[in-house]
């Protein structure tokens, strides 16, 4: 079940850095530096050296950014019940 998850973060992640990429399908009003801080912050997870993971957590930061870039909430709706901080 947690490679099924992390699978889907990193597709969300793939996508996020897509749309970075492609300056012209950016949305006029998207916030990179939130995108860029909610991002930092689920790498700053996994980096954690004493080993405390949540996936929970890096699933919640990872949505929060697909949605500042995508504004659909369609492609978070398999994450396990993740409310999206806007």
Avoid: W
């Avoid at 492609?22 to 689920?42: M, P």
């Avoid at 950014?65 to 999206?84: D, G, R, T, W």
């Amino acid at each position: 079940m947690n490679d099924r998850r992390l699978y889907h973060v990193q597709n969300l992640a793939l996508e996020i850095m897509d749309r970075m990429n492609d300056e012209h399908a950016l949305k006029e009003g998207t916030n990179l530096k939130v995108v860029v801080d909610l991002l930092s912050r689920a790498i700053g997870s996994l980096a954690d050296p004493s080993g405390n993971l949540s996936l929970d957590y890096i699933e919640g930061k990872v949505a929060s950014a697909h949605y500042e870039v995508f504004h659909n909430e369609q492609k978070l709706s398999c994450l396990k019940s993740i409310p999206v901080s806007r």
